[in-house]
T-cell receptor
Framework: GNSVTQMEGPVTLSEEAFLTINCTYT??????LFWYVQYPGEGLQLLLK?????DKGSNKGFEATYRKETTSFHLEKGSVQVSDSAVYFC???????????FGAGTRLFVKA | EAQVTQNPRYLITVTGKKLTVTCSQN?????MSWYRQDPGLGLRQIYY???????DKGDVPEGYKVSRKEKRNFPLILESPSPNQTSLYFC?????????????FGSGTRLTVV
């Protein structure tokens, strides 16, 4: 079946450091891939998405590229800020479907 | 403002006392879903609804009920809550092309069953 695996956290970085959060998936066909962010005490917000191979999603300085050959969708940001501290979820939705599968989430702490 | 509204935000209840968590969206979305979030497990789908009067089980439906009598509302019902249903619950909605646009989530309901 479909699944999403994220790197375990927490990830602790200093401000302005480079961020990578790894995400790999298992799915049949061609799923759409997403990153969601959850700030403390809030619901999930869509951060970025990619709907086909080689697409790059980007938003707020974050980027992720849909790599079908490695079944990966790693999240990156060149220079993190304290305000980026949150939990990040990788997710997939199968093409033509509605069911979304989430990874376990990766907590990011950014120190000033 | 486009949003998904859940109530209540926090709820403490006793085992066996029926409760309902409400969810409403103002985006005219056809698809709505309930998830529970537990540490280390991410989000797991409880029930979903493709449209009015159309609902189906997700991955962890035991102990829950839902209804979809109106397009905007999708309440989650716990007929006889038990402590293992203590969790953080999220309602989400999307258009029929959710695979391309992702979901809008509510702010969550933290439920404690004692």
């Amino acid at each position: 079946g479909n699944s999403v695996t994220q790197m375990e956290g927490p990830v602790t970085l200093s401000e302005e450091a480079f961020l990578t959060i790894n995400c790999t998936y298992t799915a049949t066909g061609y799923p759409s891939l997403f990153w969601y962010v959850q700030y403390p005490g809030e619901g999930l917000q869509l951060l970025l998405k990619a709907t086909k191979a080689d697409d790059k999603g980007s938003n707020k300085g974050f980027e992720a590229t849909y790599r079908k050959e490695t079944t990966s969708f790693h999240l990156e940001k060149g220079s993190v800020q304290v305000s980026d501290s949150a939990v990040y979820f990788c997710a997939l939705t199968h093409t033509g479907g509605f069911k979304t599968i989430f990874g376990a989430g990766t907590r990011l702490f950014v120190k000033a | 403002e486009a949003q998904v509204t859940q109530n209540p935000r926090y709820l403490i209840t006793v085992t066996g006392k029926k409760l309902t968590v409400t969810c409403s969206q103002n985006m005219n979305h056809e698809y709505m879903s309930w998830y529970r979030q537990d540490p280390g497990l991410g989000l797991r789908q409880i029930y979903y609804s493709m449209n009015v009067e159309v609902t189906d089980k997700g991955d962890v439906p035991e102990g829950y009920k839902v209804s979809r009598k109106e397009k905007r509302n999708f309440p989650l019902i716990l007929e006889s809550p038990s402590p293992n249903q203590t969790s953080l619950y999220f309602c989400a909605s999307s258009s029929p092309t959710g695979a391309n646009y992702g979901y809008t989530f509510g702010s969550g309901t933290r439920l404690t069953v004692v």
